[in-house]
């Protein structure tokens, strides 16, 4: 059997989640594993996804009705897809757009979603975390094709280059009518997407105000040339914006050096955080729970703390 990979990408570029989706893909061990690119010009992305180790094939479908990857349509499209080529395992990284997608596919399909898998333990048993990432429950599914979302920070991610995959295009499918594009608010930010970046600061409760939120993180950042994330609870002061969020309610992050700020380390933010490589506390409460996650904590005022590590960096 076929694995199916839904590859997530703004028509020009494949987006690093995908990556990731790809090395669950091959774990799963059923065979050749096929990557689905749906867009309008996305050949630039289709060519790219070629380039990706592991990969077998590329099917490219590309259509206006794609232009804004409407989630009715994207599942339509995987729908009519999977009746022509029965694919024993159709993945979508569990992103915002992932997630969108995927339980329509499933409910067509008639079958039981497995959401964010960390770990493919064989073809048709997995790991997913439960309670806030404080259990992980194996699940095993009979169902003929499984609908999988995948959590990218339980994957490494393949290799960018050295694939050699065909691409096939095909014809897209027609709009489905039921919704319909408007327009979008796009925020621009000149620093690495929270979900892909190699360096976070965060920024908790801790810090009291925005105007300090934003005097005390963004030297850090900009030094480390970093992503900058928050608290739940820094989000709900409106210390920070809400795409800043890190945490089982925000993004779930795993970058190679994580640096919490005044924040205490609730399991809701843990549960977003703790597959960091390397995690640097700064807390002056020395029984904040973030120290039992933390590989280095240190116990000082962040006020003072944050601004000397600036002058050091």
Same mark, same amino acid.
């Given at each position: 059997m076929t694995v199916l990979v839904i590859a997530e990408h703004d028509n020009a570029s494949i987006k690093g989640a995908t990556l990731n989706t790809v090395t669950a893909a091959v774990a799963c061990g059923a065979g050749d594993v096929h990557v689905l690119v749906v867009g309008h010009n996305?050949?630039?992305?289709?060519?790219?996804?070629?380039?990706?180790?592991?990969?077998?094939?590329?099917?490219?479908?590309?259509?206006?009705?794609?232009?804004?990857?409407l989630a009715e349509n994207l599942a339509a499209q995987v729908l009519a897809l999977q009746a022509a080529n029965s694919y024993s395992h159709i993945l979508f990284a569990?992103?915002?757009?992932?997630?969108?997608?995927s339980p329509r596919v499933a409910a067509k399909l008639d079958v039981a979603q497995i959401s964010e898998i960390s770990k493919v333990v064989s073809a048709d048993t997995f790991e997913r975390p439960i309670y806030a990432g404080n259990a992980i429950a194996t699940v095993q599914?009979?169902?003929?094709?499984?609908? $999988?979302?995948v959590r990218a920070t339980g994957f490494d991610a393949a290799a960018a280059q050295g694939g050699g995959a065909a691409v096939e295009t095909i014809t897209a499918v027609a709009d489905s009518g039921k919704t319909a594009y408007k327009g979008s608010e796009i925020a621009k930010n000149d620093r690495p997407e929270l979900t892909a970046a190699k360096i976070i600061v965060s920024g908790g409760r801790a810090l009291g105000s925005s105007e300090k939120f934003n005097e005390v993180m963004t030297p850090l950042a900009d030094k480390l040339g970093a992503a900058i994330g928050a608290s739940r609870a820094a989000v709900d002061a409106g210390y920070a914006a809400n795409d800043l969020q890190v945490g089982q309610t925000g993004k779930i992050v795993a970058p190679q050096l994580y640096i919490a700020c005044g924040i205490s380390g609730a399991i809701q933010h843990l549960a977003g955080m703790?597959?960091?490589?390397? $995690?640097?506390? $700064?807390n002056k409460d020395p029984e904040a729970p973030i120290f039992s996650v933390a590989d280095y904590g240190l116990e000082a005022d962040l006020f003072a703390a944050v601004p000397e590590l600036v002058k050091a960096l």
């Open positions: 996305a050949g630039p992305a289709a060519a790219a996804a070629a380039h990706i180790a592991g990969v077998a094939k590329v099917i490219h479908a590309d259509s206006e009705v794609h232009a804004h990857a569990a992103t915002a757009a992932g997630k969108n997608a599914s009979t169902d003929a094709t499984k609908v $999988i979302t703790k597959d960091s490589k390397v $995690i640097v506390a $700064i």
